[in-house]
């Protein structure tokens, strides 16, 4: 189950997911869905000007699922089904460390040439609880270093987990 608690006083709000965790949002993010699709395991945020993009999504853990072909293909299986005409070109593959888990990280540029944009993503994905999350932040600027990626990095570290 999903929820979603709203903090005026301090103008955020949580976003809990049933055997996952929560994250904090600021208050000028918004849930961004469109008709007709399916989110029972995709919650996507998004905040304008300068357009910037959350998206968490998760699905039973296989033994596969930490190889850069597996994790590519699946945002793009994704943002191909919720951002219609989203192309990627992953430029770094990496393991890190997220909240004291191992986690793959891969990050590079995106396009859509039907909404003439484009811009730079990160997709961190980790095993918790027996499910593969993915946290993915993407935005229209091209700095990695700037402040619209700093700000999604800021929210995704809010990451609370739920226990194991």
């Given at each position: ?15 809990s997911?049933?055997?996952i965790?929560s ?31 959350f ?5 039973p ?6 190889s ?23 430029l770094?593959?990496?393991i890190?460390?997220?909240k ?21 993503f ?9 499910f ?33």
């Open positions: 189950m999903i929820s979603i608690a709203l903090d005026l006083s301090n103008k955020q709000k949580k976003t997911i049933d055997f965790g994250v904090t949002f600021p208050s000028g993010y918004v849930p961004h869905l469109l008709k007709g699709l399916d989110y029972t395991s995709f919650l996507p945020f998004i905040m304008i000007k300068p357009s910037r993009l998206f968490i999504y998760w699905q853990f296989r033994e596969n699922s930490f850069l072909e597996y994790l590519s293909d699946l945002r793009s299986r994704l943002v191909n089904k919720y951002y219609i005409g989203d192309t990627m070109k992953v770094d593959f990496r890190d460390d997220f004291d888990k191992e986690c793959y990280l891969f990050s590079g540029m995106w396009e859509n040439q039907g909404d003439k944009l484009k811009g730079i990160e997709t961190i994905a980790f095993k918790h609880n027996d593969l999350i993915l946290f993915d932040i993407s935005t229209i600027d091209k700095n990695p270093d700037g402040k619209t990626m700093q700000e999604l990095r800021n929210i995704r570290l809010t990451f609370e987990m739920d226990r194991e």
